[in-house]
């Protein structure tokens, strides 16, 4: 019975460590923004909206602004 308790409380033990393990990737720092030019409004009603870097499998990936 105590057996059964040692491999019990050590199986236990060895999975509560285990379970703070979390591997997360580390990006770069992400570059400072491009300064854009905002072209002339298409129209009445439109917004602009900024440009912003997004994560791309392993680099930081500029995504341009535009009118919505």
């Known amino acids: 019975m105590l057996r059964i308790?040692?491999?019990t409380l050590v199986a236990t033990l060895m999975a509560a460590s285990l379970a703070g393990c979390i591997?997360?990737?580390v990006h770069p720092r992400r570059p400072?923004?491009?300064?854009?030019v905002v072209p002339v409004m298409p129209g009445p009603g439109y917004h602009w909206v900024a440009g912003h870097y997004?994560?791309?499998?392993?680099?930081w990936l500029w995504v341009p602004?535009?009118?919505r």
Do not use: A, M
Not at 32 to 36: A, C, G, L, M, Y
């Open 5 to 7: 308790f040692k491999t």
């Open 54 to 59: 997004r994560w791309g499998g392993n680099q």
């Open 32 to 36: 400072p923004p491009i300064v854009e």
């Open 23 to 25: 591997v997360e990737p």
């Open 65 to 67: 602004g535009h009118w």
